[in-house]
């Protein structure tokens, strides 16, 4: 609990300075691939999240990894995590500032499962189709899972959007039994 008011206010606060910056986006961008980046190898996090390393060990790498990639800011504001041993925090402070960020922009995101990866123009015709039925700009978030066999399943907050033919056969089967 304490961990996820922490990671709260360090999102809040990096997302009132690019707010305050016009750069919801570019810092958006860069928090999120940073975060994927340093914490998708296990040794890596291991790494930075272990608090027997001493933080200036943790800086020094930081250095070589993304000095130089990221804005000046973004270095500095993960020198400040590592400086306060919030650095474990990464991911969640991650999710708080796409959060706030995409409310500020009015994006909505759509969780798309389908059985296979879909091509991009068929990404792109959904979004639009979502975007023209919600009236809001929507971001796709692509899953995979092959038990909906084909189709998809479209999960947009608290609605869900059934077009996977298991759905369908669910549907079909339940309607066989209520009318016997």
């Known amino acids: 609990m304490l961990n996820i008011q922490l ?36 040794d ?8 027997q390393v001493q933080p200036q060990a943790k800086k020094d790498i930081l250095s070589k990894l993304v000095q130089g990639e990221v804005s000046d ?13 919030r650095i474990v925090l990464l991911e969640a402070i991650n999710e708080c500032y796409q959060e706030l960020s995409n409310k500020e922009q009015g994006i909505v995101i759509a969780d798309v499962t389908s059985a296979f990866d879909l091509k991009s123009e068929l990404q ?8 023209e039925v919600t009236g809001k ?5 692509m899953h995979k ?16 959007i059934d077009g996977s033919v298991t759905g369908r056969l669910q549907a079909l089967k339940a309607e066989l039994m209520a009318s016997n």
């Open 7 to 42: 990671a709260r206010k360090y999102g809040v606060a990096i997302f009132e300075i690019a707010k305050e910056d016009n750069k919801l986006e570019e810092y958006g961008k860069e928090l999120a691939q940073v975060s994927k980046d340093l914490f998708s190898h296990a």
């Open 44 to 51: 890596l996090k291991g790494f930075l999240t272990n608090p």
């Open 73 to 85: 800011l973004m270095f500095k504001f993960l020198l400040l995590l590592v400086d306060k041993r």
């Open 124 to 131: 792109t015709s959904l979004g639009s189709k979502l975007e």
């Open 137 to 141: 700009k929507i971001q796709l978030r």
């Open 145 to 160: 899972d092959q038990k909906i066999i084909g189709g998809v399943v479209v999960k947009l907050g608290d609605k869900r």
